[in-house]
């Protein structure tokens, strides 16, 4: 299988290095920066999550142009850059299944825009990926990750995915309700990533005392009531899966929050600003989603 990574940021060049690992031949397409250039210079640094860390030689360009024919392009770009990056990048497209592994709604649909229905993928991860320096990334916590066909039944290629993935040391399972796994993964998100962010917290002050679990509670309870209308079924209590993940990832600085921190652009618009949009549809108020939303918004300016 030859896989390309659109955006080698953390989880980008997390699977792009340990898929290299394994011998899976990869390519990671990145912008030009300081990243890009330490990993064409010195190769992937990798911390595992027991401590080593390790030089892994990966492949790297800014030009998807050169890359030639895929299998499977990975899309781990920020949910803002989705259109963008695969506009710049149509010529790995030709015959690939395309997979977001992304936060946010919506990543699905924009990435059929360039490719059929059938060759979209959709994965969730909840390892947790840190950008040490340009070029030194640090497996910083193992969790779960899913695949699956987003519009259809579960291809050869989703399963051949999960496969490559877990030979690479990332657990994976092929999901046939890929949109259920990416909402269940966003409630996660919409009750974490803004509230952090705004407060300035690790996620395990979310996890079970007020006002955290209070604020965390209330976005998820709207944001899954938006879920339903969207015709979702979750399997899980999502208040109780949020509080889950903010409890194992209790250290962690979310990634809305290390955004905010260093003056970038976040993903609200694909998290708690879609709730609120996708909730005006079906006539749901979202008033604390609202509330995150424009914070977020007016602390970005
Ligand atoms: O996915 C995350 C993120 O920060 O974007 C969580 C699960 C909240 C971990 O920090």
Excluded at 50 to 62: F, I, L, P, Y
Excluded at 102 to 122: C, H, K, M, Y
Excluded at 267 to 286: C, F, K, P, Y
Aim: charged share 25%.
């Amino acid at each position: 299988m030859r896989v390309a990574v659109l955006g080698p940021g953390a989880i980008g060049s997390l699977f792009g290095g340990r898929l290299a690992r394994s011998g899976v031949d990869v390519t990671l397409v990145g912008r030009p920066g300081d990243h890009v250039t330490a990993l064409d210079r010195d190769g992937l640094r990798l911390t595992l999550p027991d401590g080593t860390t390790e030089r892994v030689a990966v492949d790297v360009t800014t030009d998807p142009a050169g890359v030639g024919p895929v299998d499977v392009v990975l899309v781990c770009v920020k949910a803002y850059d989705t259109r963008s990056a695969l506009a710049d990048a149509t010529s790995l497209l030709a015959d690939a299944a395309v997979c977001t592994f992304q936060n946010g709604l919506g990543n699905p649909e924009t990435i059929a825009e360039f490719v059929p229905e059938s060759r979209v993928l959709a994965g969730t991860t909840s390892h947790g990926a840190t950008l040490e320096s340009p070029g030194h990334v640090r497996h910083a916590g193992v969790g779960d990750t899913a695949v699956g066909n987003y519009f259809t039944d579960t291809s050869e290629t989703a399963t051949a995915l999960a496969r490559a993935l877990t030979d690479a040391g990332i657990d994976t399972d092929v999901v046939a309700d890929a949109p259920r796994a990416v909402w269940e993964k966003v409630l996660v998100n919409v009750g974490i990533n803004a509230a952090t962010a705004l407060a300035g917290v690790p996620n395990g002050r979310l996890a079970d005392t007020d006002p955290g679990e209070r604020v965390l509670r209330r976005a998820v309870e709207e944001a899954a009531a938006v879920a339903a209308a969207d015709g979702v079924e979750l399997t899980t209590d999502p208040v109780a899966a949020a509080s889950r993940v903010a409890r194992r990832t209790a250290e962690n600085h979310s990634s809305m929050r290390q955004d905010l921190d260093r003056g970038r652009k976040t993903e609200i618009d694909a998290l708690n600003g879609e709730i609120v949009s996708r909730g005006r549809e079906h006539g749901i108020d979202t008033p604390v989603n609202e509330t995150l939303t424009d914070l977020v918004r007016l602390a970005e300016s």
